[in-house]
């Protein structure tokens, strides 16, 4: 059997973290977590090694791009490849994302059914 992929998301929204997981799970070969801040992602990254982490850009406290910063400034979770999930898709502010070290953006509001083939794809790039 193949190794699942571990795939981690984080939102502040409890309801659009609800939908991903139900969405992602749906797939077979993914294996979820979710997680509701920063803070959280950053230790369920280094305790767990997810194989992608879907990463919303605007929360409270801590938001995507600091978050993936942290994970980037740690030698044990630099290596995850990152996307993140917003509403902030304007071709600027995507470039900006890939800048941050993002191997992509997924647009909010995302389509459930589609979820989990787009995180297929990213997780068959080859940088990813």
């Not at 978050?67 to 980037?72: F, G, I, Q």
């Not at 630099?78 to 994302?97: D, K, L, M, N, P």
């Not at 389509?111 to 995180?119: E, K, Q, T, W």
């Amino acid at each position: 059997m193949l190794k699942r992929a571990r795939i981690l998301y984080v939102d502040d929204e409890p309801d659009i973290r609800e939908i991903a997981s139900m969405s992602l799970e749906l797939d077979p070969q993914l294996d979820v977590r979710t997680c509701a801040c920063g803070q959280d992602a950053l230790e369920t990254a280094r305790e767990w090694q997810p194989d992608l982490i879907l990463l919303d850009a605007m929360m409270p406290e801590m938001d995507g791009p600091q978050t993936l910063a942290a994970l980037k400034a740690k030698g044990d979770t630099s290596g995850i490849s990152v996307v993140f999930i917003t509403a902030r898709t304007q071709t600027s502010e995507v470039e900006h994302f890939i800048e941050l070290g993002a191997v992509g953006v997924i647009a909010k509001p995302f389509d459930p059914m589609g979820l989990a083939g787009l995180v297929q794809q990213y997780l068959q790039k080859p940088d990813a």
